[in-house]
């Protein structure tokens, strides 16, 4: 017998396609010839899936990109050339307060909380009538004095005359005794009257001289009233800013009684800390920058104003635990006043942001450090 006779036979067999034999199965539902196989739910829901997966990457991929760029924007310090060291801090400004001269009421408020004033600039008013009614006595007192002072002066015009009148008469009395035709005893009596007529004009004089003083003493009370009651005007000392009120209208204050705190606008730093070895390269009036978070695209031009003398370990408010760790100095920034002046509603008082200072005085700002003053 052959061997390939098995393989014939298998060969002789007919072909039973897949739905057919499916057909013949017990308990299997029957296929209609050509109808294509139903695929189960899974085969539809992963293409589905897998057609969105690739959009939301790229999303993802996108916001980390915009993030790690707005970080890198606001934080340049990690591109920073050698030669500038940079720091953490907020803005601070001299505070000022703004207080009465004497106990008093208040009359008006001219300015508020948040308000921009100038130097001389009236922001409140003290009740001043009972100093009005002062310096109202004081100039009738001035009047007064004046007509003294104008009576004694004739007094003495007149004294005078009397004692040229007496001069003269003894003159006579003398060429006619040596005559004969007077008496010495009419020449005794008429030096008699010139001594008297010298003890009025003395009398004159010292009462010209008790009227001018009562004069001056009238005239510098009235302008010590007059100073009061300017004094009653409260005036902004600097340009700043109303950042406290105080007291309302209608209250009585004490003598030195706060109305106002107001920051002085033409004096605003921010102090960071430096490592030992960038203070000691930093030197008073050396440039520098401060960038705000409000502001980051717009550094103000400054210079350092003060460095300590003493190392101390830096506050919490420096960004690192390590920068924490070690000796550091103190270091004040100071905003050129002349950008406070033009854009001083853009600065406030405790802004937080970052001081650069230029260690090494060739170094070039680099494009994210140059001036621009916020609009």
């Known amino acids: ?51 969105f997966l690739k959009p939301a990457l790229l999303l993802l991929l996108l916001f980390a990109g915009l993030a790690g760029g707005g970080y890198w924007w606001l934080h340049p310090r990690a591109g920073l050339p050698a030669g500038i060291a940079s720091g953490n801090g907020r803005l601070d400004a001299d505070e000022i307060d703004i207080d009465t001269k004497f106990a008093g009421r208040i009359a008006t408020l001219s300015v508020d909380e948040g308000d921009l004033t100038t130097a001389g ?63 010495r005893e009419t020449l005794d009596q008429q030096r008699q009257t010139l001594a008297s007529a010298l003890a009025g004009q003395n009398a004159a004089t010292a009462g010209i001289a008790g009227s001018q003083a009562a004069l001056d003493a009238a005239t510098h009370a009235a302008e010590v009233y007059q100073v009061n009651i300017a004094d009653g005007s409260l005036v902004a000392p600097r340009d700043g800013r109303i950042e406290y009120r105080v007291a309302n209208v209608g209250e009585v204050l004490p003598a030195g009684g706060k109305v106002f705190t107001m920051l002085d606008t033409s004096y605003v730093y921010m102090d ?21 978070d409000s502001y980051p695209a ?3 031009p400054a210079k350092v104003v003060f460095i300590a003398a003493q190392a101390q370990f830096t506050p919490k ?58 609009k």
Do not use: C
């Open 272 to 292: 960071i800390y430096l490592s030992t070895l960038s203070a000691g390269r930093v030197k008073l009036g050396t440039d520098a920058r401060i960038v705000l």
């Open 1 to 51: 017998m052959s061997t390939d006779q098995p393989d014939s036979q298998t060969d002789s067999r007919p072909l039973v396609s897949p739905v057919t034999a499916l057909a013949t199965v017990p308990g299997v539902p029957a296929v209609a010839p050509g109808s294509a196989l139903v695929a189960p739910p899974e085969a539809t829901v992963v293409p589905k899936r897998r057609r």
């Open 298 to 300: 717009h550094p103000f």
């Open 121 to 183: 600039q009236v922001v409140a008013k003290m009740d001043t009538r009972d100093l009005e009614a002062s310096l109202q006595q004081s100039q009738a007192l001035i009047a007064q004095a004046s007509q003294t002072l104008v009576a004694a002066k004739a007094t003495l015009e007149q004294q005078k005359s009397q004692v040229v009148f007496a001069q003269q008469e003894i003159a006579r009395t003398l060429a006619l005794v040596d005559k004969g035709f007077a008496t």
């Open 317 to 374: 408010t420096v960004e690192t635990k390590d920068e924490r760790d070690v000796l550091m100095f103190r270091v004040r920034v100071r905003i050129d006043p002349d950008q406070l002046k033009a854009h001083a509603a853009a600065v406030r008082s405790g802004l937080p942001g970052m001081a650069y200072v230029q260690t090494e005085p060739n170094v070039v700002w680099p494009v994210t450090l140059q001036t621009a003053a916020p």
